[in-house]
């Protein structure tokens, strides 16, 4: 059930300055909404954290192609075995991830990051600093966990 993206405030004139994505800029509610100020500011959170997880995957690839693990312990392989069981599901949590980060990167060049897909409403820029791949207000997630229960309950 998508909703069309709001219009973008263009009225106001932006400066190179206002571009300048220095570490100290937060988003802030005084601000036009989803501006394009926020909108590179949360473009940036995005690329950053999927490059982290791209990072650390890769870490993980080259602990795998160094080849099987030797212990010589039963005990040990098996403590082993357990942690590379955890390391996977992991990873498999972070490709995940990925995909709603690659979501969240399209919405945002669709015109439609940060903006409720039930309510059409904006969700809190507080709640997107939090959760940068936030799809629905806080109180619309609340009322689809709810309903989520109530269905799994039955």
Same mark, same amino acid.
């Given at each position: ?9 263009? =009225?106001?004139? =932006?400066?190179?300055?206002? +571009? ?12 036009? +909404? ?5 909108? *590179?500011?949360f473009e940036k959170q995005l690329v950053d954290w ?15 192609? %160094?080849?099987?693990? @030797?212990?010589?312990?039963?005990? %040990?392989?098996?403590?082993?075995? =357990? ?5 996977? @599901? =992991? ?15 399209? *919405? ?18 507080? @709640? ?6 936030a799809t629905m207000t806080l109180?619309?997630?609340? @009322? ?7 269905? *799994?309950?039955?």
């Amino acid at each position: 059930m998508g909703v069309s993206a709001k219009p973008q405030d263009t =009225t106001s004139e =932006t400066s190179a300055a206002d +571009f300048d994505l220095n570490d100290s800029y937060v988003p802030g509610d005084e601000e036009p +909404f989803m501006n394009d100020r926020q909108l *590179r500011y949360f473009e940036k959170q995005l690329v950053d954290w999927k490059n982290g997880i791209l990072a650390e995957s890769q870490g993980t690839l080259n602990q795998l192609q %160094d080849g099987p693990m @030797r212990e010589p312990d039963l005990n %040990d392989r098996a403590s082993s075995e =357990t942690d590379w069981s955890i390391e996977l @599901r =992991t990873r498999d949590r972070q490709r995940k991830l990925i995909g709603k980060i690659e979501a969240a990167l399209r *919405r945002i060049t669709d015109g439609e990051y940060g903006y409720c897909q039930v309510t059409g409403e904006p969700i809190s820029l507080a @709640r997107l600093r939090a959760r940068p791949i936030a799809t629905m207000t806080l109180e619309a997630q609340e @009322r689809h966990e709810r309903q989520e229960r109530v269905s *799994r309950d039955d």
